[in-house]
């Protein structure tokens, strides 16, 4: 069965840090997405990754895919507090799809 | 264009009823899938439709059910609802292929739903 991981799960940081969530995957997958989700509002597709090295920016935000480590990280540079949200990884098999359990950020000033 | 349109947003019932949710996808889209989102699972796969056929089922009781007809629109339902079954629902639609480009789900708002 298609499992993903997501850690840290709580994340809090200070406006102008960086840092990195990462999720991990039992099988092999076809894509893997990230998206966002802010309190009370639904899913925000960000990011898909269709291969190993991938890399996508926007913004502050930095997804990359290793297909052969089964791990996608998405990297947050000089923090502000507007990407205070939920963020998710999701790994599409076969046109399954299973999200992480999410990643919760607060961006203090 | 129009979004993912999920009704009814709220909705309070008792143990025991039964439930029926709707989702209307974004035009063209023949894919739906519903997932539960409570605080303490997460998001949770329930099922996905295309072409009127369920194509793939997480591991959730015969009572959580669903369809989807002809215009791409899906319902699911439950039925004997217990306490446990509040959650939020949250039905995504995208375009199923198997060759590039490739798309990411597209989330309606949600029905929340409290049993009581």
């Known amino acids: 069965e298609l499992k993903v991981e997501q850690n840290p799960l709580f994340l809090s940081m200070q406006e102008g840090k960086n840092y990195t969530i990462y999720c991990n995957y039992s099988?092999?997958?076809?894509?893997l997405y990230w998206y966002r989700q802010d309190p009370g509002k639904s899913l925000e597709s960000l990011f898909v990754?269709?291969?190993?090295?991938a890399v996508k920016q926007e913004g502050r935000l930095m997804a990359s895919l290793d297909t052969k480590a089964r791990l996608s990280t998405l990297h947050i540079t000089a923090a502000v507090h507007d990407l205070s949200a939920t963020y998710f990884c999701?790994?599409?098999?076969?046109?399954?799809?299973?999200f992480g359990a999410g990643t919760r950020l607060t961006v203090k000033p | 264009k129009a979004g993912v349109t999920q009704t009814p947003r709220y909705l309070i019932k008792t143990r025991g009823q039964q439930v029926t949710l709707s989702c209307s996808p974004i035009s063209g889209h023949r894919s739906v899938s519903w997932y539960q989102q409570t605080p303490g699972q997460g998001l949770q796969f329930l099922f996905e439709?295309?072409?009127?056929?369920?194509?793939n089922k997480g591991n959730f009781p015969g009572r959580f059910s669903g369809r989807q007809f002809s215009n791409s629109r899906s319902e699911m339902n439950v039925s004997t609802l217990e306490l446990g079954d509040s959650a939020l629902y949250l039905c995504a639609s995208r375009k199923r292929t198997s060759e590039p480009p490739f798309y990411g789900y597209t989330f309606g708002s949600g029905t929340r739903l409290t049993v009581v």
């Open positions: 439709y295309f072409s009127e056929t369920q194509r």
């Open positions: 999701a790994v599409d098999r076969n046109n399954d799809m299973r």
């Open positions: 990754l269709l291969s190993n090295g």
């Open positions: 099988t092999t997958s076809d894509r």
